[in-house]
């Protein structure tokens, strides 16, 4: 039976601010470079007032990968909480513009907090290096959550970055136990070696109990099975689920299902801004997934929307990704 | 006397909201291509649910003027009005970031109209075609003009989009009437054919008293001298004006000084979109004219800024200005 949705996310829903900058910025300002922090209200109007000009456009990890799978014509759904002002409104039109639905889940009225927002800075080698300050995304909780939505998925997304929020771990539970009642399936991805860090036990746990498919890079699944030995972590990664994707930056992506393993190599480009990388790779491979297409071409489909995405500025895809894939023979 | 700003902008503040559409679009929602067309808050709203994924940038004709000359390290400010919102916070950010000055001018609390924002549609011959809802930046009015920063300029840029404000007319005039008082000059831009339909009389008068030098393209300048010869337009110009800059579009632009006529070939680049052609164009000049440069080479100086704000998306410049005059060998 068809279920309505190919994949519904959960993820913190927010804005890119997208800048310019060299590396001494990054020094200068205390940011880290190429991982996600996050940062408080103030810290962000202080970084803000530092950077370039900027470019606005919608973000959010699990989002963006949503967008993609919009693009793709996938029936798709994400949830994720949004304040009821300007930036909020940017964020739910431009899901809904590309073909998603989205029912708002705004912050009560009256709060301090604003729609989330991510400072990404860009260098000239194209990595992206995040400040985040989560705003009401933060507080997503299990009542935001709607169990019927999730026994209406095929499979759920589940955004690693959502762990830092005080009633996540509660709605992620609530999101999983109605998508797998009604017979979906839980992926989800480590999103940041830093935040595995701050949530091991409750990733490891999801991991062992939940997740049936696991979307991570090299920095990550190391991060998430405390070793060096990348080939390791693959190992204890495929022990826990019963397909893990781990990409590779430009070595491409490896897939395993119990004994098999694929590595896809990556689609070379010119990185102008490697925001979203990750996230439309998860969105293309889901859309192969639920689309019925075997793991190595929807690994083939993942590493050229990847590329597309790195290849210009902003996290969502610009190029129409169908007929890239059809460009290569994938459709 | 070097005077603390070679250039004070005045103009309709805003920020772009760019998408990309087909021709159908524009015409299955009455958006008459290549023109700015003023809506009203519903319009907005109605049009903005039906436009793709859109990418926010701060825009404003003159603000990317000033934008332009900023980031060619010219002294220089920008008058305009926006909200105490999201929008008036990022367009306020963008132009000082790039180095200008911008004391906000905010509309009074409580008030509903917020920022204005320009709906741009962007069809795939990377024409532009604005739908603008003016906001709290049609609100300027002569209190907002501080006397003794227009005395501080050398030049004022006057941005003719504004003429549609209720109290724009005693605006210009308390700025134009310190500027010169000070000794300072004057620049306008016409803006566009069909405002300047609706404010002929104000542009005429204005034309003949109190500007120096006139930026306008062809369509604008027939329509300002209601005919269709394009150099009888020219001629007329020059006998208001010292100084006219026209452009042309691909075949470039023609300045006129009294009996002195220059031809400036356009620099070939593809259209991404067209989005401050002119508005960079008018930066560049002015920027060339306040350091320094001849006529012929603030003409050169003026098609390369267009050239380089039409290669991608945004009305803002993103390569390094300076440099691409050094590398032409203006600088």
Redesign the interface.
């Given at each position: 039976m068809t279920k309505r949705f190919q994949v519904v996310g959960i993820g913190n829903a927010m804005v890119d601010v997208l800048s310019h900058c060299d590396d001494d910025f990054l020094v200068t300002n205390s940011v880290e470079k190429g991982i996600m922090q996050l940062i408080d209200m103030d810290r962000a109007v202080d970084l803000?007032?530092r950077?370039?000009?900027?470019?606005?456009?919608?973000g959010g990890s699990a989002a963006n990968t949503i967008?993609g799978i919009a693009q793709l014509k996938g029936r798709t759904a994400y949830v994720g909480k949004v304040k009821d002002?300007?930036?909020g409104a940017?964020f739910a039109?431009?899901l809904r513009?590309?073909g998603a639905v989205y029912e708002t889940v705004l912050a009560p009225k009256g709060s301090d907090a604003?729609t989330g927002r991510c400072i990404v800075l860009v260098t000239p080698d194209g990595e992206r290096s995040m400040n985040t300050y989560l705003g009401w995304s933060e507080y997503l909780g299990p009542n935001d959550i709607d169990a019927a939505m999730m026994a209406e998925a095929e499979w759920i997304f589940l955004e690693g970055y959502r762990f830092d929020g005080p009633e996540s771990h509660a709605a992620f539970a609530k999101a999983i136990a109605a998508t797998r009642g009604a017979g979906g399936r839980v992926s989800i991805t480590l999103s940041d070696p830093f935040c595995i860090e701050r949530h091991r036990e409750a990733f490891a746990k999801m991991l062992r109990e939940d997740v049936d498919l696991l979307f991570a890079n090299r920095a990550e699944i190391k991060s998430m099975y405390q070793t060096e030995d990348f080939d390791a972590a693959l190992s204890a990664a495929a022990a826990d689920v019963a397909v893990v994707v781990c990409t590779d930056s430009e070595n491409g992506a490896y897939i395993i299902q119990g004994g098999d393993r694929w590595h896809i190599p990556a689609v070379p480009t010119t990185v102008v801004d490697a925001t979203g990388a990750g996230d439309l790779f998860a969105g293309a491979f889901l859309w192969g997934l639920t689309t019925g297409y075997e793991l190595e071409t929807c690994g083939r489909m993942a590493c050229l929307a990847a590329s597309e995405v790195i290849s210009h500025i902003?996290a969502?895809p610009e190029a129409d990704l169908a007929a890239l894939f059809r460009q290569h023979g994938l459709l």
């Open positions: 803000y007032s950077v370039g000009p900027s470019k606005e456009i919608s967008a002002d300007q930036l940017i039109h431009d513009a590309q604003e902003g969502r």
